[in-house]
C-alpha cells in the first residue's frame, strides 16, 4: 500500500510555470505505475501523463505535450510533474495516483486502472 500526497499547486499567470510533486510513502516506490491527473469544476476527471515504474516509458494527454513534462525519482519516493506555458484552460485541481505495476501500458490513461490517489493540488492560472 502506498499513500501519496501532492504539493507545489498555486496561482500563476499564463505563460507561467509551476512545478507540482507527489511524494508517496513506503519502500517499494519503483514498483508503482505513478499517473497525473486532473479535474476542473463541472467537467470529469482527465489523464494528463503517465510514467512507468522505472521512468522508461511515459504517456502524455495530447494537451499537454510539448508543455508538461512527467519524471519520477524512485530514490526520494517522489514524482513530479513539470507544467510549462501554463494556460488558462490548464486550471484544476491536479492528482497523483498510483498502481502497483512496473510497466504501464494505454490503459493506464484511465483513472479507473489506479488504486492509489493523493488528496490533490489546486493549480489557478490567471489570463
Not at 499567470?13 to 516506490?29: E, N, P, V
Not at 495530447?62 to 512527467?70: A, P
Not at 512496473?102 to 488504486?115: E, H
Request: charged share 15%; glycine share 12%.
Amino acid at each position: 500500500q502506498v499513500q501519496l500526497v501532492e504539493s507545489g499547486g498555486g496561482l500563476v499567470q499564463a505563460g507561467g510555470s509551476l512545478r507540482l510533486s507527489c511524494a508517496a510513502s513506503g519502500r517499494t516506490f519503483s514498483t508503482y505505475a505513478m499517473g497525473w491527473f486532473r479535474q476542473a469544476p463541472g467537467k470529469e476527471r482527465e489523464f494528463v501523463a503517465a510514467i512507468s515504474g522505472s521512468g522508461s516509458r511515459i504517456f502524455y494527454a495530447g494537451s499537454v505535450k510539448g508543455r508538461f513534462t512527467i519524471s519520477r525519482d524512485n530514490a526520494e519516493n517522489s514524482g513530479y510533474l513539470q507544467m510549462n506555458s501554463l494556460k488558462p484552460e490548464d486550471a484544476a485541481v491536479y492528482y497523483c495516483a498510483a498502481q502497483p505495476s512496473s510497466i504501464i501500458s494505454t490503459d493506464y490513461v484511465r483513472a479507473g486502472r489506479y488504486d492509489y490517489w493523493g488528496q490533490g493540488t489546486q493549480v489557478t492560472v490567471s489570463s
